[in-house]
């Protein structure tokens, strides 16, 4: 399993990479792979979605 600083590590990657868009790119990814069968893979991408709302929610400046 993946511990929550990596998962905060990919969250952060991706709202440096896709700002605002970050949150909707890990929501896709996680449905790619619920759709492909990976319940695994599924379920860290909604952990980093997560945490990617969370960022922005707490500092609200990361978006962009």
Not at 6 to 12: G, H, L, Q, T
Not at 27 to 56: N, P, Y
Request: proline fraction near 2%; aromatic fraction near 4%; hydrophobic fraction near 40%.
């Amino acid at each position: 399993m993946i511990d929550d600083r990596d998962i905060r590590r990919a969250a952060n990657l991706l709202l440096k990479r896709y700002g605002a868009d970050a949150v909707i790119r890990a929501a896709r990814r996680a449905d790619e792979l619920s759709t492909d069968g990976d319940s695994d893979g599924c379920a860290i991408w909604k952990r980093i979605a997560a945490a990617v709302t969370e960022l922005v929610r707490t500092n609200p400046t990361s978006r962009d």
